[in-house]
């Protein structure tokens, strides 16, 4: 059972950390399109500030039960179709998401639990020890 909890830990601690990298490397990618959008006057038709907008204020959950650690992300629908070439190709969904989870996130997922372990008890028997080390 606390095996199981740890794990979990670990996987929840790796999703939200891939997550976020996602989410920052987004908003990167899209304030520099549209800071050169606007540098050329050429500003894209629609709600230009909505994409920026959803990316600050990007929601995600991160949940688990009996069959694993689950994440659910939001985003614009639209995003989808800035990667399309006929729309500019901005490489702000696809290369992104799939790039960073898949070689970052889920390598450290499969080979980083270990390190993960040892610093984990390193800090728990700190933290633990710390009441005796003062009194």
């Given at each position: 059972?606390?095996d199981?909890?740890?794990?979990?830990?670990?996987?929840?601690?790796?999703?939200?950390?891939?997550?976020?990298k996602?989410y920052e490397?987004q908003r990167?990618?899209a304030?520099?399109?549209?800071?050169?959008a606007?540098?050329?006057?050429?500003?894209?038709?629609?709600r230009?500030?909505a994409?920026?907008a959803a990316l600050?204020?990007?929601?995600?959950?991160?949940?688990?039960?009996?069959?694993?650690?689950?994440?659910?992300l939001?985003?614009?629908i639209?995003?989808?179709f800035?990667?399309?070439?006929?729309?500019?190709?901005w490489?702000?969904?696809?290369r992104?998401?799939?790039?960073?989870l898949?070689k970052?996130?889920f390598?450290?997922?499969?080979?980083?639990?270990?390190?993960?372990l040892?610093?984990?008890?390193?800090?728990?028997?700190t933290?633990?020890?710390?009441?005796?080390?003062?009194?």
């Amino acid at each position: 059972m606390v095996d199981d909890k740890i794990k979990i830990q670990y996987f929840q601690q790796i999703l939200e950390k891939g997550i976020r990298k996602i989410y920052e490397s987004q908003r990167g990618i899209a304030g520099s399109r549209l800071a050169a959008a606007k540098k050329e006057n050429r500003m894209p038709s629609g709600r230009s500030g909505a994409l920026m907008a959803a990316l600050n204020a990007a929601g995600h959950t991160i949940n688990s039960d009996n069959y694993g650690v689950h994440a659910e992300l939001q985003w614009p629908i639209y995003i989808r179709f800035l990667d399309m070439k006929r729309l500019g190709n901005w490489k702000v969904y696809n290369r992104q998401l799939w790039g960073i989870l898949y070689k970052d996130t889920f390598v450290e997922m499969r080979y980083g639990f270990r390190d993960w372990l040892q610093n984990y008890l390193v800090r728990s028997l700190t933290e633990s020890l710390k009441p005796l080390n003062t009194g």
